[in-house]
């Protein structure tokens, strides 16, 4: 199977995450990691399982390296039947009702298409003491037990 992690960051830390998450997969995975905005959204594969993991900026927006993956989804709204997907969200609680949305954004509009997800989002906030990978890393092992079931 091939994994592709592709990220929404503004200061680094989603796409750290996807090498992270890429470290700790076994090695007969095909895996690639992308910028958001370099996957065309209308075109997906679906012997590829997707790995969105995204920050929020602005005020509970997607960052704008996944802005245009997401206008996609929102504009052209392709059938995404035939793919499955799993999202992790890089946030910070102390911005209220705006946490982690940005990858909420993205995960209802995968769920728009008709995507299949798995597992729950993860969320890491990062006004928390916890390093990303700290939140990150036990997520992605329950997420590559479900899709190696
Ligand atoms: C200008 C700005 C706006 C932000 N807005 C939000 C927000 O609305 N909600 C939220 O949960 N986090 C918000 N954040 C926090 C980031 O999502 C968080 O720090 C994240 O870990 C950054 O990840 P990145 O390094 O991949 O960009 C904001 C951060 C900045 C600098």
């Not at 996944?66 to 052209?76: G, H, Q, R, S, W």
């Not at 209220?96 to 890491?124: N, P, V, W, Y």
């Amino acid at each position: 199977m091939k994994i592709h992690f592709i990220y929404g960051t503004e200061s680094g830390n989603a796409q750290y995450l996807c090498d992270d998450f890429k470290d700790a997969t076994p090695e007969n995975f095909e895996c690639e990691i992308s910028e958001m905005n370099n996957v065309d959204a209308t075109n997906l594969d679906g012997d590829t399982f997707y790995v969105i993991v995204s920050a929020t900026f602005g005020t509970g927006d997607v960052p704008s390296t996944a802005e245009d993956f997401y206008d996609d989804l929102l504009e052209e709204k392709p059938d995404l039947s035939h793919i499955k997907f799993a999202v992790f969200g890089l946030g910070d609680e102390s911005f209220g009702e705006t946490f982690a949305q940005g990858s909420q954004k993205l995960m209802e509009a995968m769920l728009d298409c008709k995507a299949h997800m798995i597992g729950e989002r993860g969320i890491h906030d990062a006004s928390g003491s916890l390093p990303p990978e700290v939140a990150g890393l036990p997520w992605w092992e329950g997420i590559l037990a479900k899709i190696t079931a």
